[in-house]
């Protein structure tokens, strides 16, 4: 059984920064086997990939969306990801998700290409 857990959503003023967490665990779940993933799904709108992290050579791969205002780091050791959002704007507003895949990074872009997800976070940025 798999646990994805994520963690630091709120309510931030546009312009702001905000970093996101997410906990693995699970009995038999090797985080450093797995492409780590964060999506966000605004209200009526379809899931959207942000950016993923290789489980082996930590390479990273953004959405040309938010490029450039985004950081993804994971630690293998503690079995953590996170996502570092600055320059927060009002179209940031979303649930933030975060996914695990058994894909290498470069497959890895679709939510139907992630295995196991938490349950999210709310990200609020007013203006």
């Known amino acids: 059984q798999v646990q994805l857990v994520e963690s630091g959503g709120g309510l931030v003023q546009a312009g702001g920064s905000l970093t996101l967490s997410c906990a693995a665990s699970?009995?038999?779940?090797?985080?450093?086997?797995?492409?780590m993933g964060w999506f966000r799904q605004a209200p009526a709108k379809d899931r959207e990939f942000v950016g993923a992290i290789s489980w082996h050579d930590g390479s990273i791969y953004y959405s040309d969306s938010v490029k450039g205002r985004l950081t993804v780091a994971r630690d293998n050791a503690t079995n953590t990801m996170s996502l570092r959002i600055n320059s927060l704007k009002p179209e940031d507003t979303a649930v933030y998700y975060c996914?695990?895949?058994?894909?290498?990074?470069?497959?890895?872009?679709?939510?139907?290409?992630?295995?196991?997800w938490g349950p999210g976070t709310q990200v609020t940025v007013s203006s």
């Open positions: 699970g009995r038999t779940f090797r985080f450093g086997r797995y492409t």
């Open positions: 996914a695990a895949s058994l894909k290498r990074l470069r497959l890895a872009r679709r939510p139907d290409e992630f295995d196991h």
